[in-house]
Nanobody, 123 residues
Framework: QVQLVESGGGSVQAGDSLRLSCAAS????????MGWFRQAPGKEREFVAAIGWSGGSTYYADSVKDRFTISRDNAKKTVYLQMNSLKPEDTAVYYCATHYSGNYRYTGGYDNWGQGTQVTVSS
């Protein structure tokens, strides 16, 4: 089992940047492919990005490609999401999770979830 805690959210203006962190405790982080998801009010949780065990492989939703960058530091047991050129439509609660099975883009393939961190982008 692994416990995840997200941090780094906040309220920013459109065009600003934020870096989210996801700190893990318990099992070794390098055992897991890791993902970031987000959920806006009234909407389903959606895939944002995922990263392979060593960080060599990354995957992004089309809506964030070229603006967001996922990375990881297994020694620090932390996964990051660098978010640049933020837009109001990026407003959501952001969650990190450990992947265990299936397609990286679907929530059903993830088991351990953090509590989320709020990101609010105003125009």
């Amino acid at each position: 089992q692994v416990q995840l805690v997200e941090s780094g959210g906040g309220s920013v203006q459109a065009g600003d940047s934020l870096r989210l962190s996801c700190a893990a405790s318990g099992r070794t982080l390098s055992d897991y492919v890791m993902g970031w998801f987000r959920q806006a009010p009234g909407k389903e949780r959606e895939f944002v990005a995922a990263i392979g065990w060593s960080g060599g492989s990354t995957y992004y939703a089309d809506s964030v490609k070229d603006r967001f960058t996922i990375s990881r530091d297994n020694a620090k047991k932390t996964v990051y999401l660098q978010m640049n050129s933020l837009k109001p439509e990026d407003t959501a609660v952001y969650y990190c999770a450990t992947h265990y099975s299936g397609n990286y883009r679907y929530t059903g393939g993830y088991d351990n979830w953090g509590q989320g961190t709020q990101v609010t982008v105003s125009s």
